[in-house]
């Protein structure tokens, strides 16, 4: 069974750091592109950053390019994304999501993980 | 930026009809070469994560009841449940990957009249 478990989220003041987590089990790993998605009552779903399987490959969001930097770990089974310089809305649910399937970057998200909540504010 | 539109916000039917939601996006997300429209629809239940229901705009994820059908081209989607049933509420979403950045509808949101 595929798993997704993110953590790390917490409540952070503007211009602090914080680092995602997500740990996956139940597929081969490092064969999938991941991805970041995040969700806000306002905003609603939106793409936060990508890495291919063999991290050759990374993209992310206008809104956080320069600020967060999307990694992964094959042999740890785990995806990063360390997020500095925080703003207010950056506040979100951030989930973790993987693609559907091996070795190539299609950009739509096959399984999720359950989330993890990020709150900035001083 | 490709914008992904959904009508209606929210709709309520009865069980056992249909619902048929629309996805509109600003610029076609037919890929020519392999004449894929790169459109994906997604069901959120309340407290869960988003799950994949249809990719290619028609393909539908191992496991989703035949019920659920995607259908549309180009630049105009729909999501069609043909009998709605309790376990169908939530919160309906609609996203393209034809490019970055990978970009969302805003929801509709489907309940029981």
């Known amino acids: 069974e595929v798993q997704l478990v993110e953590s790390g989220g917490g409540l952070v003041k503007p211009g602090g750091s914080l680092r995602l987590s997500c740990v996956a089990s139940?597929?081969?790993?490092?064969?999938?592109?991941m991805h970041w998605v995040r969700q806000t009552p306002g905003k609603g779903l939106e793409w936060v950053s990508s890495?291919?399987?063999?991290?050759?490959?990374?993209y992310y969001a206008d809104s956080v390019k320069g600020r967060f930097t999307i990694s992964r770990d094959n042999a740890k089974n785990s995806l990063y994304l360390q997020m500095n310089s925080l703003r207010a809305e950056d506040t979100a649910v951030y989930y973790c999501?993987?693609?559907?399937?091996?070795?190539?970057?299609?950009?739509?998200?096959?399984?999720w993980g359950q989330g993890t909540l990020l709150s900035v504010s001083s | 930026d490709i914008v992904m539109t959904q009508s209606p916000d929210s709709l309520a039917v009865s069980l056992g009809e249909r619902a048929t939601i629309n996805c509109k996006s600003t610029?076609?997300?037919?890929?020519?070469?392999?004449?894929?429209?790169?459109l994906a629809w997604y069901q959120q239940k309340p407290g869960q994560s988003p799950k994949l229901l249809i990719y290619w705009a028609s393909t539908r994820k191992s496991g989703v009841p035949d019920r659920f059908s995607g259908s549309g081209s180009g630049t105009e989607f729909t999501l069609t449940i043909s009998s709605l049933q309790a376990e169908d509420v939530a919160v309906y979403y609609c996203q393209q990957y034809y490019s970055t950045p990978r970009t969302f509808g805003q929801g509709t949101k489907v309940e029981i009249k």
């Open positions: 999501a993987r693609d559907l399937e091996q070795w190539l970057i299609l950009g739509f998200f096959d399984y």
């Open positions: 139940g597929f081969t790993f490092s064969s999938y592109t």
């Open positions: 610029q076609s997300v037919l890929y020519n070469s392999n004449r894929k429209n790169y």
């Open positions: 890495i291919s399987y063999n991290s050759n490959y990374i």
